[in-house]
C-alpha cells in the first residue's frame, strides 16, 4: 500500500512497509529522484535502520545477562506500519511492538514516522517512545537513496558531494572493514568529494559532526541536499560492482543516531559506541529535511 503527498513543487509516494519513503517527482522539472529499487544492485530505496544501524560484531550483542542475534540494519525497515494521520502534504505512520521482537530486542516501543512537504523538500521526522519500565538502547537511522546522474546526458563523473560540517565540531572520519568501524581520525579537508566508480570500493564513507551534505550536478545544478544538524554520524554509500568495477546509479547519504559495531566492541549494548538511552516513558524525536532541486 502507498500514500501519496503533493503540493505545487513534488509528488512523494510512501510505503507502508517500513514506512519507506519509494518516489519522489519534481513537477516543476519533471524529474524522478528517487532510486528505483532494482535488486540487480539493491533492492532497497529509503529504509529505516531500527533498532541498530549497520552490523554488529558477530551480529549479536548482549543485555542484561542475555545474547541476542540481530541482523545488519535491524528489523524496522520490514514491519507494515499504519496509517495514523493523512493530509495533502503531510502524514503520520506508526508502528507498536506489541511483544512482537522480544526474541531479538527485549523491549517494547512504539515508532512514529512524519513526512510533511514544504515547497520542494520534505521533512522526515522519526518519534521513539519507550514503554518499558526501565531504561531503554537503540539506535535508529535513515537510508535514502538518490538516482544519479538524473539526467541522460550525464554521468556519474558530473556529480560530486559537498559537506558542510556541524559549528565549532571536528568531524571523525571513519572506515569499514568487514562491516565493521575503525577510526581514522579527524578529516581535515571535507568539503567536496567527486563521485568516481571507485569511490565505495572500500563501502561506505563514514563521518561524525555534519550538518549538511548535498549531491549536485556539475552540469545542471540539479541534486538533492540533505539537512541532518544534530545528527551524530552520516554514512554515504553506493553499491561498488565487482564484475566491472563501476558504482551503481545511485548514493545513499544516510544521517545516523548510531552506527555499526566497532572492530573491538564488547558487544554489551549498553556500552556500544554511538548507543542512544531513553528513559521510562521518555519519547526521542530527530528530523531531517531533503531538498529537491
Same mark, same amino acid.
Given at each position: ?114 513526512? %510533511?512537504?514544504?515547497? $520542494? @523538500? =520534505?521533512? *522526515?521526522?522519526?518519534?521513539? !517512545?519507550?514503554? #518499558? ?59 567536496? %568529494?567527486?563521485?568516481? $566508480? @571507485? =569511490?565505495? *570500493?572500500?563501502?561506505?564513507? !563514514?563521518?561524525? #559532526? ?84
Amino acid at each position: 500500500m502507498f500514500t501519496v503527498l503533493e503540493n505545487d513543487w513534488l509528488k512523494v509516494e510512501i510505503a507502508s512497509r517500513g514506512a519507506e519513503l519509494r518516489k519522489v517527482q519534481h513537477k516543476k522539472n519533471g524529474l524522478d529522484y528517487m532510486w528505483t529499487g532494482d535488486s540487480t544492485y539493491w533492492g532497497r530505496v529509503s529504509p529505516i535502520l531500527f533498532p541498530i544501524v549497520g552490523r554488529l560484531k558477530d551480529d549479536r550483542y548482549q543485555l542484561n545477562d542475555q545474547t541476542y542475534e540481530m541482523s545488519q540494519h535491524g528489523f524496522l525497515r520490514d514491519v507494515v506500519f499504519d496509517l495514523d494521520k493523512h493530509a495533502t502534504t503531510s502524514v503520520s505512520f506508526v508502528f507498536e511492538s506489541a511483544g512482537r521482537f522480544l526474541n531479538v530486542y527485549p523491549y517494547e516501543f512504539k515508532a512514529f514516522v512524519h513526512y %510533511i512537504l514544504k515547497e $520542494d @523538500s =520534505l521533512i *522526515v521526522r522519526w518519534e521513539i !517512545v519507550n514503554q #518499558n519500565k526501565e531504561e531503554m538502547y537503540f539506535s535508529i537511522g535513515a537510508h535514502p537513496a538518490f538516482k544519479v546522474p538524473l539526467l541522460e546526458n550525464e554521468t556519474i563523473e558530473d556529480y560530486s558531494l559537498h559537506f558542510t560540517p556541524a559549528a565549532n565540531q571536528n568531524v571523525m572520519e571513519y572506515e569499514l572493514k568487514d562491516s565493521l568501524i575503525h577510526e581514522k581520525g579527524t578529516a581535515n579537508d571535507i568539503s567536496k %568529494i567527486q563521485l568516481t $566508480d @571507485s =569511490l565505495f *570500493v572500500d563501502d561506505a564513507l !563514514v563521518y561524525s #559532526n555534519i550538518d549538511f551534505i548535498s549531491l549536485a550536478s556539475n552540469k545542471s545544478n540539479h541534486g538533492v541536499e540533505l539537512t541532518s544538524e544534530n545528527f551524530p554520524f552520516v554514512g554515504i554509500w553506493s553499491k561498488y560492482m565487482d564484475s566491472d568495477g563501476t558504482m551503481a546509479p545511485f548514493v545513499c547519504i544516510e544521517p545516523w543516531y548510531g552506527i555499526a559495531d566497532t572492530y573491538n566492541a564488547s558487544g554489551k549494548m549498553n556500552k556500544k559506541f554511538g548507543i542512544n538511552k531513553l528513559e521510562i516513558g521518555e519519547l526521542f524525536e530527530a528530523e531531517y529535511k531533503i531538498t529537491f532541486k
